[in-house]
C-alpha cells in the first residue's frame, strides 16, 4: 500500500471533498410516508418507540430512515472495502483490525489513530454517517461499515462489485451482548429494558434491530455462495482461536497482504496484539472518550467493551434457551451449507471460502 493512500484518514474537516447541505424537509416526509405503511413492533424496552419492518428486517425509526437515504443516495466505488455484520458480532473488533492494516505504512502501533480515536470513529457507519445526499465522504476513504442486510444494501454497492468482509458469531453469544448493549443504550436514553426472557423471546422472533439475526447472515452466505471472491466471510469464535491466521487473511483479501519484510519484522503480529481486547479496551480513549463527541449522538467508547469472550451465554441463558437458540439457527441456515450441524454453530470449518 503506499502511504499516500492512507495518510489522509487523518484529514481535518475542512479538507473533505463535500459540504453537506440542509436535509430537504421533502426527503423526511417522503420517509415518514413510507414508514407510517410498515409493520411495527415493540423494541426491547417498555414505552420506548417501536421497530419497523422493512425488506422483511426490523430498525427503530433512526436507523430506518438512514438506510433509506443511504438506498437513494449513496455511491459506492469498486475499490470500497465495506465490512458488514449484524449487531454485536464483532464489528469493534474487525474495525480496528481493518483500519490497522489499512494504514500501517504510515502508522505503527505506537503512533496509529486508534489510540487516540475508538474503532468506531475511524471508519464511518455506512446508514449513518455517509447516508444523505451530499454525503460528506472524504473520497480516498476506503473503508466502511455497515449493518443493512444484503439484499437491502444500496444498489450502487451491489453494481460496484465493491469487496465486503462479513463477520458472524455464535447467536447465543449475539443475543447476550446484544441484551447488555441495547439496556445500556436504552436506560442512557430514559427507557427501562425488557426484562431478559421478554427480550429471548424477541430475539427467538427475530425481532432486535436489523433481525432477524439468521436471515442476516444467510443473506450474506448466500451472496458469498454467488460471489466467492467478492466476500470474505469471518466468524467471531474462529478469529478469538487464531487472530494472526485471519489478520493475514484479512490483509490478503483487503489487497494489503503482509510482505515477508514486514512478516521477519513481526508487523502482522503487531497488529493482532494490538487490536486484541485486553489491549484495546485498556486504550484511556475506549476506557473514558466519546464515540462521536460534540454530537447529540455521542455515546462512551465504553459501551463497545464487555467481556470479549466466546461462550459468555453460560453464565446467563439457560441449557434449554440456548439449545433453542442453536435449534433456530441449525434450521435456518443447514441446508445452506454454512453449517451442517448446530455443533458448527460453534465450530465451524475453518475459514469458509
Ligand atoms: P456493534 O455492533 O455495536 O458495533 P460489536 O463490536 O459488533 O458491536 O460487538 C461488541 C462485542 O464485541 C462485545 O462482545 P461481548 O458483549 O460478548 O463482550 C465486545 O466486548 C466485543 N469486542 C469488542 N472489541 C473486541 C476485540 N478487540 N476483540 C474481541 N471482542 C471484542
Redesign the pocket.
Known amino acids: 500500500m503506499d502511504s499516500s493512500s492512507s495518510s489522509h484518514l487523518l484529514k481535518n474537516e475542512d479538507e473533505k471533498v463535500h459540504e453537506d447541505p440542509p436535509i430537504k424537509d421533502a426527503t423526511v416526509n417522503k420517509y415518514g410516508e413510507i414508514m407510517s405503511t410498515l409493520p411495527r413492533e415493540k423494541d426491547w424496552a417498555k414505552s420506548c418507540d417501536d421497530l419497523y419492518q422493512y425488506q422483511g428486517f426490523w430498525y427503530t425509526g433512526f436507523f430506518l430512515e438512514g438506510i433509506l437515504s443511504a438506498q437513494d443516495h449513496f455511491k459506492a466505488r469498486s475499490t470500497d472495502i465495506l465490512l458488514v455484520?449484524c449487531?454485536?458480532?464483532?464489528?469493534?473488533?474487525l474495525k480496528?483490525l481493518a483500519f490497522a492494516i489499512f494504514t500501517r505504512a504510515s502508522f505503527d502501533t505506537s503512533s496509529n489513530p486508534l489510540l487516540s480515536k475508538g474503532p468506531h470513529d475511524c471508519i464511518p457507519f455506512l446508514e449513518v454517517d455517509l447516508a444523505q445526499e451530499y454525503s460528506r465522504r472524504d473520497m480516498e476513504i476506503q473503508l466502511l461499515n455497515t449493518h443493512i442486510p444484503y439484499t437491502s444494501l444500496p444498489k450502487s454497492i451491489i453494481d460496484s462489485g465493491c469487496k465486503i468482509v462479513y463477520i458472524w458469531r455464535d447467536p447465543k453469544?449475539v443475543f447476550?451482548?446484544t441484551w447488555?448493549?441495547v439496556g445500556k443504550v436504552l436506560a442512557f436514553m430514559g427507557f427501562e429494558p425488557l426484562p431478559m426472557e421478554e427480550s429471548f423471546e424477541l430475539f427467538c422472533r427475530g425481532i432486535l434491530t436489523y433481525g432477524p439475526y439468521w436471515d442476516h447472515v444467510l443473506g450474506y452466505w448466500k451472496a458469498k455462495l454467488e460471489f466467492p471472491d467478492r466476500i470474505l466471510f469471518l466468524k467471531y469464535e474462529e478469529m478469538q482461536k487464531d487472530t494472526y491466521f485471519y489478520v493475514k487473511k484479512l490483509a490478503e483479501f483487503m489487497g494489503y497482504p503482509f510482505t515477508s519484510l514486514e512478516e521477519e519484522n513481526g508487523v502482522a503480529h503487531k497488529i493482532t496484539e494490538f487490536?486484541?481486547?485486553e489491549n484495546?479496551?485498556n486504550l484511556q480513549v475506549n476506557k473514558s472518550g466519546k464515540h462521536r463527541e460534540n454530537t447529540p449522538m455521542a455515546i462512551d467508547n465504553n459501551i463497545?467493551?464487555?467481556?470479549?469472550?466466546v461462550g459468555?451465554w453460560e453464565n446467563h441463558l439457560t441449557p434449554e434457551m440456548g439449545a433453542r437458540l442453536d435449534g433456530i439457527m441449525k434450521h435456518k441456515l443447514m441446508c445452506s451449507g454454512l453449517i451442517a450441524s448446530s455443533h458448527e454453530i460453534l465450530c465451524p470449518p475453518k475459514c469458509p471460502k
Not at 449487531?87 to 473488533?93: A, I, P, R, S
Not at 463497545?304 to 469472550?309: A, H, N, S, T, V
Open positions: 455484520s449487531m454485536k458480532t464483532g464489528t469493534t473488533w480496528a453469544d447476550i451482548s447488555f448493549y487490536c486484541n481486547f484495546l479496551s463497545f467493551f464487555r467481556k470479549g469472550k459468555d
